[in-house]
């Protein structure tokens, strides 16, 4: 679906024109043109590739769809894949699972074509603040880049806030005692599962970005260099943050089962004290159930009592021997 | 096995032509001859080898088998070795092993020769597009490799992917309170295996086609370099998965532990908690069941009813207790 | 907040100045100006921006805060951010917490402008030294910076050895057989949280500052390359120390869980024992305590005491197998 | 001692020569002197060290021993180090060490000494094989070091292989439900010293070995690079499957406990379970022995039928329970 | 504390001089000085820092100790840290630490600082070495500075060999039944600790020592390269061994827990099994100890010896049963 279609001089916005128009407005010299289509079907695509004369392969990975964030260079144009990681709400609850979308954006001279591809959330805030700033805009269609990749990019922060704020519940959890050590690694694995998703959205633009800043820079980029420095940064911030939140996963997966192993620990303990006190007890009352005729102390009169506070003392001391080594 | 042994000009077929008259033809200039074999006796290997000039050490790592997946450059021409990862299967059944193939291909100039061994699946498939595509088979042996490369990496996508869906299987097992946990961490550890000869297919041809784009690139594979680095796209997006897989696999047997240590304890707390109130039952009858003359209360009218109450008041009380402490 | 606003000459404090008057200084050759804000508003830093002619992006990472630390070069002026981590005092007690401020120095030929933000502790202490020393004063902007990173960086070392300290206490409560496995696990898990803390602080910052000595080194910090050198070697050792404190920290929660399970067994076989004991005491009470009719013993005279003493023999006997295998 | 001293023109043998023929013989273009020692004692080393005039330090580590495999250029000439890995075998078993021995090897540009120790497997073979192809003899003093090398590494070959072949014998013994825990971990835990053992063998000579094709290689070696690939290849591929061998024994160490954990519960529950149901029967049975005068069901006629009606009915109740639960 | 102060010319020694006459012999073309000190006062340092020029970072390093292992130039002098690792013994008995001391070494073309800080054991041995071997001390200063480090590194040798024979030790207790887990464990600990106490003296050296041979190597270390590269080798192979003994230690840390829940499991068996037997044997005699009144068997001549039989012999099936399952 074709979402819009304009051409731009000098950093201003020129008109909203058609798409068989496109031709006229590339050519001339310092305009160039930005297409912004969301799940397109194969011939609006081919419609484009036609007009901007896009590389085949290109289009093929843009029309395919799930491919791996990347920036490649195609001659002087430039290809770059980022995904869209948003989580899903059903009813107002978040489930536990990712969107994974995808913008796809070819960048020429004088053309950006930007293909988003099972995702809701549009790109049109970042077409409105490059039409307010015409003295950045100036810098073309690598400015343009810069600016959706931006967008893109601070999309992942609130995301990788969210999972830092469940796996600081699933902390409290597993410190908590009456915690419940089956949901907390439960809910530790899918936290690691959305970690691993978004790692994968992350690190690889962080390698291709890295390309459009410093050393030998695409053409395209060269005037937008310490932006895409900033976008670097940025991802590079969040891979760190990422990596932490794996890495603090898998100890709390260990720091979990040692919990729980404590904590198993501490009850069969307990539940082991008490059955002794009990089976003592029980030992004692069994030698005076015994059915010998020749058993004085059966006939003594306090012999019950004598009995009794044998057995009720015995238990005492156990308990109070337990109660000393922590085990009750 | 000779397969096929065809001629090309242009990008186009000239002929189906003998193993005697290769000479013949890779003496033109826009010619070359792409020859197919598939466990091939040493003679044709050695025939070939005469026609094309191979070097005797790619020779002798073709007949032998079992190399590691590689691209190495002769002089002018490469020899790259590539695995085939198949699913066994049995009677309709997929086994929980992988065949591993090996396709070996010699590209010169005006040859292409690919060997296939320990595999049924073959390539004609690869040269019906390729021979479809005539402006795109203008390019040479070159284009052939990539053809080749692109079919066996296309290849590895479904095992991948089969992969991915049984470890999901695993892992609702895992997370199945009446699971299997003996059989759920089998299963992984069969399942890391095979991530690892994966692993050994996809990970060395990555680190060789990565030499056929950018930099530095063989002669004959320069016309192709996009083509090439679609190749190592797709191999870097597979690697990464992999990569994701054993490291799943590596939490799921962390976790798949963990479960059975919970589980365990809970089995183990509820099973202590029911004896310990039997116990506690049994300890007061044996008091009562003992032999004493003077015990005044077995006289009473309702001695046995009080007993009765006393001892189920209790286990009703530790019941309680117990239920509310979760372990029962 | 302007904290102070100096103008130097020649490495000799010139006057304090009024920002209005800053570009009057600036304009001279060997002068330059320093000056120090502390959770400034926007209009502080715009004030500055437009003196100095900061770049915006910088200006911005400034204004925002949460920067990872970095070193980056915006044409001849560079942009310095570092972090302040120090522990968090709640009435003279220290909390397991750190509280991470922010530094950022923004350095151009003639001009130093540090930030401060989120820290209450400031760096008087490094103007006052870097006045002490006109001659290495002399060495311009470059030294400044130089001198306000030797400043935050040995602010890190009393925190990681804080941390060792630590460390070492939770060793010691480990392996003393009475511990509380509980508390060293958390204490622990929070250790390594904060030693990520510290991670991202120093590593950053050591990358960064590998940049500022030996191969192509910004022009402002040319002279000052053997000082970098100085710092980047203890960020260096550091880092290691970190890695060390982290590597231990793992080390310590699984040799914790192995505690805890060599304790728990060792109880658990204790308590499991004297069960034993004394259900082989219940099992030969309950035989006599049998009501059939025909049991000569029950007759004997000594029957009883021959009961007692096999009873109690039979004790005896597991009593000293149970010592002499270690499980009591 | 000396095996022997052989000297070639030309890629065909000359002669057997003596020790202090060998400067007649280097002195001639085409010539080059191979001498083969084994476990040399020093007066054999100084002798060569003079004929050859060997460097001081590369002689002091032949003599020493126990380097670690490397390759190091001392002016023209190399030295090179390779480890020979040996099962140990003791009356036609396999012991679970293996033995350690060396090849030193000085090349020059017109002599070959090769220095065997602590090994009793020589390698008159590679010296054979190489006098029957003179047409690659002919290479020189750095084919002589291919041909020893490629011996040396192809040994390794079986080595590896019969780590794989036990490594799976000890799967097959871990998901055996019978099996022998304690010596699987014990079998691991060798399998890996044993894996590190090769890996010190293979790993640095990848790497030293890896000087000796492709870039700047030694004027020796220029002429037999592609051989010297080949040896490289088969050391990465022997790194890569030892690399595999280590990581799965370290998960096959986690699946053992991990199985033992799941049999020991499985254990414990059964056991658990029984206890459970004669504890409900023994405290029944403790209930109807009391000795409560006023208990009329011990006076019904049929009151011993329906008590041990009772009890079986429970116990079976409870068996029935426990069955379903999986505990049984 | 001066040791001593020696000149040397063309590799022999001149005289013992005072430190004031230094700058005599420092003026001559081929002569040397070589200083050495031993926990030196900080007047010490000032007075060698004027006499060579000695820049100011570096004394302040060497008179603040506790530096991590360094090479370091100053322009055309180097400054080199080392550590001294020392296991401490109290009267005459090993302890489970290190004593970890330093050697700070200055060279610049005509002298050589070292100073020794924190350690017992001298670099005389050093000296006379040298001195004896005048045609390699020709080599100069930087030749002295290869004896020193060569000495620093020989004596980390018999370290790490101590720390093998510890873990070999341990090895044998953990597979020992009789072993006692919790000293094994915390042994492994403090082996671990050590390890890495060596691991920070060896690697950054190691790193450090890199620069000394191959590629760009500092005017005065010229001549010696190959002396370095010696050392570089010996710390190559520490560092994989040390690296041997971390991976070695982390797996029986494992490896320990496993055997311990093995052991315990074992155990647990066992009671539980025979708790089982008894508990069968106490239900039977539970129901015959039951008081109705219509209990025939109570009264059959050989009832008694039948229910005696009918308990032993269940409790021998049991035995049997519990036997063949490997749980008694």
Same mark, same amino acid.
């Given at each position: 679906?074709?979402?819009?279609?304009?051409?731009?001089?000098?950093?201003?916005?020129?008109?909203?024109?058609?798409?068989?128009?496109?031709?006229?407005?590339?050519?001339?010299?310092?305009?160039?043109?930005?297409?912004?289509?969301?799940?397109?079907?194969?011939?609006?695509?081919?419609?484009?590739?036609?007009?901007?004369?896009?590389?085949?392969?290109?289009?093929?990975?843009?029309?395919?769809?799930?491919?791996?964030?990347?920036?490649?260079?195609?001659?002087?144009?430039?290809?770059?894949?980022?995904?869209?990681?948003?989580?899903?709400?059903?009813?107002?609850?978040?489930?536990?699972?990712?969107?994974?979308?995808?913008?796809?954006?070819?960048?020429?001279?004088?053309?950006?074509?930007?293909?988003?591809?099972?995702?809701?959330?549009?790109?049109?805030?970042?077409?409105?603040?490059?039409?307010?700033?015409?003295?950045?805009?100036?810098?073309?269609?690598?400015?343009?880049?810069?600016?959706?990749?931006?967008?893109?990019?601070?999309?992942?922060?609130? $995301?990788? =806030?969210? +999972?830092?704020?469940?796996?600081? &519940? %699933? *902390?409290?959890?597993?410190?908590?005692?009456?915690? /419940?050590?089956?949901?907390?690694?439960?809910?530790?694995?899918?936290?690691?599962?959305?970690?691993?998703?978004?790692?994968?959205?992350?690190?690889?633009?962080?390698?291709?970005?890295?390309?459009?800043?410093?050393?030998?820079?695409?053409?395209?980029?060269?005037?937008?260099?310490?932006?895409?420095?900033? $976008?670097? =940064?940025? +991802?590079?911030?969040?891979?760190? &943050? %990422? *990596?932490?939140?794996?890495?603090?996963?898998?100890? /709390?997966?260990?720091?979990?089962?040692?919990?729980?192993?404590?904590?198993?620990?501490?009850?069969?303990?307990?539940?082991?004290?008490?059955?002794?006190?009990?089976?003592?007890?029980?030992?004692?009352?069994?030698?005076?159930?015994?059915?010998?005729?020749?058993?004085?102390?059966?006939?003594?009169?306090?012999?019950?009592?004598?009995?009794?506070?044998?057995?009720?003392?015995?238990?005492?001391?156990?308990?109070?021997?337990?109660?000393?080594?922590?085990?009750?």
């Amino acid at each position: 679906m074709l979402i819009n279609c304009v051409a731009y001089e000098d950093g201003a916005k020129l008109a909203d024109i058609e798409v068989e128009d496109i031709s006229d407005y590339v050519a001339r010299p310092n305009c160039f043109v930005w297409v912004a289509l969301s799940d397109p079907v194969p011939e609006e695509l081919a419609a484009l590739q036609e007009e901007f004369g896009l590389h085949e392969l290109a289009v093929e990975d843009a029309s395919h769809g799930h491919q791996r964030p990347k920036v490649e260079e195609y001659g002087n144009s430039l290809f770059v894949v980022m995904h869209l990681v948003e989580p899903v709400m059903t009813r107002g609850k978040v489930e536990e699972d990712f969107n994974v979308g995808e913008v796809d954006v070819f960048v020429g001279r004088n053309y950006v074509v930007s293909v988003r591809s099972r995702s809701k959330a549009g790109f049109l805030g970042v077409r409105e603040r490059c039409e307010r700033e015409p003295e950045l805009l100036r810098n073309g269609s690598g400015f343009v880049l810069y600016a959706l990749m931006d967008a893109v990019v601070d999309r992942y922060f609130p $995301v990788i =806030d969210s +999972l830092e704020v469940e796996l600081e &519940s %699933i *902390e409290k959890q597993i410190f908590d005692q009456g915690g /419940a050590p089956r949901e907390s690694i439960k809910h530790l694995y899918e936290l690691k599962q959305r970690a691993m998703v978004l790692k994968h959205a992350v690190a690889p633009l962080l390698e291709g970005a890295g390309k459009l800043h410093g050393g030998r820079v695409p053409q395209i980029c060269a005037g937008s260099q310490e932006y895409f420095r900033d $976008v670097v =940064d940025h +991802l590079t911030r969040m891979n760190a &943050s %990422i *990596e932490s939140i794996r890495d603090t996963i898998s100890t /709390a997966i260990h720091v979990n089962l040692s919990m729980v192993t404590i904590s198993d620990g501490e009850v069969t303990k307990r539940l082991a004290a008490w059955a002794s006190i009990f089976a003592v007890c029980t030992a004692f009352a069994g030698i005076w159930g015994m059915n010998f005729e020749a058993m004085p102390e059966l006939k003594w009169r306090y012999g019950y009592l004598m009995a009794l506070g044998l057995i009720v003392g015995t238990c005492g001391f156990l308990y109070w021997r337990f109660r000393k080594a922590g085990w009750l």
